[in-house]
């Protein structure tokens, strides 16, 4: 690849990063985003992943979206939610930085996508399940509302980020993941 192409990827792999920490924040928003910045023409997709910015897609991306976050403003819903969300996160994770990364060779894209995007993911995602766990505990689900609200806040942000700024989404998924981190370890001394 010539040189310039090389930055064009590296700016595609930190796009994908971003928007897999985020779907480990809220699983569908993400990839609503990322759908529309695509309709939009603002980051082009790999060929496969065309269905992103589909009318179907995007309508049942922005169902799913609209959905996923009532939910988590449910007491009780918003826990047993975090069961089936952590593998879509994952699985979320894996495809955003999939269809963004179109101009590597498959086997580095798939690779690349499965343990940065899927591991990214996953990780934001199980540091929200223990941040949702101990709020539940520590207020009887009172702070829930709050903790959906910041997730919510920052799936949007950092996925806003990653398309126009992908380099700051990066900055901003490692914000969150120090936040919760720091959040957790706090708890715990106390």
């Known amino acids: 690849m010539p040189e310039f192409e090389w930055l064009d990827v590296m700016l595609a792999i930190a796009a994908g990063v971003g928007l897999a ?12 985003v990322l759908g529309c910045a695509a309709r939009a023409e603002w980051i082009p997709l790999g060929a496969d992943f065309g269905w992103l910015a589909s009318n179907a897609g995007l309508i049942t991306l922005a169902m799913a979206t609209l959905a996923e976050v009532a ?6 819903i918003d826990n047993a939610l975090d069961v089936v ?5 994952v699985i979320a994770g894996i495809v955003t930085l999939a269809a963004v990364t179109s101009d590597l060779p498959a086997p580095m894209r798939w690779t ?14 199980s540091l ?25 806040v920052g799936a949007l942000g950092v996925s806003v980020l990653a398309v126009v700024a992908p ?22 001394r106390t």
Do not use: C, D
């Open 112 to 125: 690349l996508a499965i343990i940065a995007g899927g591991g990214t993911a996953g990780m934001v995602q």
């Open 71 to 76: 939910a988590y403003y449910l007491p009780v």
């Open 21 to 32: 920490a985020a779907t480990g924040l809220r699983v569908f928003l993400p990839m609503l």
């Open 167 to 188: 380099l700051l989404a990066i900055v901003g998924a490692v914000m969150i993941v120090a936040i919760y981190r720091r959040l957790r370890t706090k708890r715990v």
């Open 128 to 152: 929200t399940t223990v941040a949702r766990l101990k709020s539940t505990g520590f207020t009887a689900g009172l702070a829930n509302p709050l903790l959906a609200t910041i997730e919510l």
């Open 85 to 89: 969300a952590t593998p879509a996160a």
